[in-house]
Nanobody
Framework: QVQLSESGGGSVQAGGSLRLSCVVSGYADNNYCLGWFHQAPGKGREGVARLASDGSTSYADSVKGRFTISQDNAGNTLYLQMSSLKPEDTAMYYC??????????????????WGQGTQVTVSS
């Protein structure tokens, strides 16, 4: 059974930093996509950062240069380092996992497993 569990959310002032963590268990595929998504009140869920099993990463334009996605050497924990936070980053943040098929990409529809979310609130 695949389980993802986020932590590290909280309240911070604009310009501050947070690091989100996501413990991934029960996922055995060597070809995978991991990602962070966020959902603000009244808005749809959006991809923030993605990491593939080959080490490649991608970011939403709104967070490029401010957020960094990474995983630990064992591959069990996914991180999102968030710096220079802005009020518009306020949202529920979710980690997700899915299979990376040969020739495919970490598009939104590959993510099948989701955590419960952790709230990030940035005040001005």
């Amino acid at each position: 059974q695949v389980q993802l569990s986020e932590s590290g959310g909280g309240s911070v002032q604009a310009g501050g930093s947070l690091r989100l963590s996501c413990v991934v268990s029960g996922y055995a595929d060597n070809n995978y996509c991991l990602g962070w998504f966020h959902q603000a009140p009244g808005k749809g869920r959006e991809g923030v950062a993605r990491l593939a099993s080959d080490g490649s990463t991608s970011y939403a334009d709104s967070v490029k240069g401010r957020f960094t996605i990474s995983q630990d050497n064992a591959g069990n924990t996914l991180y999102l380092q968030m710096s220079s936070l802005k009020p518009e980053d306020t949202a529920m943040y979710y980690c997700a996992a899915g299979a990376l098929w040969m020739g495919g990409s970490c598009a939104d529809d590959v993510y099948k497993y989701w955590g419960q979310g952790t709230q990030v609130t940035v005040s001005s």
